[in-house]
């Protein structure tokens, strides 16, 4: 069956490092991949989309990549800061348009001063 | 734009009542999805529309559950006769459906049932 992974323990990383973050998934072949950012309390909220095609995308202080072979996405946050403290989400299209997305359980970010 | 508006933000009620949530999506996105939240199970996608109509409920639980999109403006699921196991945070999102599928999530409404 379709696997998403993301780790499940909170990542706690100090103020300035970068923080990087994993969705590993099996017995997918997405189109697609989104990242979303969800604080307690709300609902997620988009922050950046990568294609099967694409390597990699930049968007300010976040980067990701995508390994369609190693089935692997990397979310990484450069010069971290305690307002980046989060659950951040991976989730995985197949295509087409309005696509219906699968959601990685998430990985809680702690930015510590 | 007020972004997806969905209502009621909290709502508790015993077990076997009829449950009702609502969703306004964003003006002009044609596709609308409805989630459910839980620390056990994550996000997951109960059924989602296409230009108001139904494309894919297989995430719908059971018969106890059912949605409607009657115009493109309005939705609604519905849980009857509710049970415990159904307290979740319910969200709803919207997406223009070309423009790669990003969704725009609402602020969720949070259903206890006791």
């Known amino acids: 069956s379709q696997k998403i992974e993301q780790n499940s323990e909170a990542l706690n990383i100090q103020e300035g490092k970068t923080a990087t973050l994993t969705c590993n998934y099996t017995n997918y072949s997405p189109a697609y991949l989104q990242w979303y950012r969800q604080d307690p309390g709300r609902g997620p909220v988009f922050l950046l989309l990568?294609?099967?095609?694409?390597k990699e995308k930049r968007k300010e202080r976040l980067k990701v990549t995508f390994d369609t072979t190693l089935k692997q996405s990397l979310f990484h946050i450069t010069a971290s800061q305690p307002a980046d403290s989060a659950t951040y989400l991976c989730a995985l299209a197949p295509g087409g348009t309005a696509s219906k997305l699968t959601f990685g359980t998430g990985t809680r970010l702690q930015v510590t001063l | 734009d007020a972004g997806v508006i969905q209502s009621p933000r909290h709502e508790v009620t015993e077990m076997g009542q009829e449950v009702t949530l609502r969703c306004k999506p964003i003006s002009g996105h044609n596709s609308l999805f409805w989630y459910r939240q839980t620390m056990m199970r994550g996000l997951e996608l109960l059924i989602y529309f296409n230009n108001n109509v139904p494309i894919d409920d297989s995430g719908m639980p059971e018969d106890r559950f059912s949605a409607k999109m009657p115009n493109a403006s309005f939705s609604t699921l519905k849980i009857q006769p509710s049970e415990p196991r159904d307290s979740a945070v319910y969200f709803c999102?919207?997406?223009?459906?070309?423009?790669?599928?990003?969704?725009?999530f609402g602020p969720g409404t949070r259903l206890t049932v006791t």
């Open positions: 999102a919207s997406t223009l459906s070309n423009q790669g599928g990003e969704q725009y």
């Open positions: 990568i294609r099967e095609n694409e």
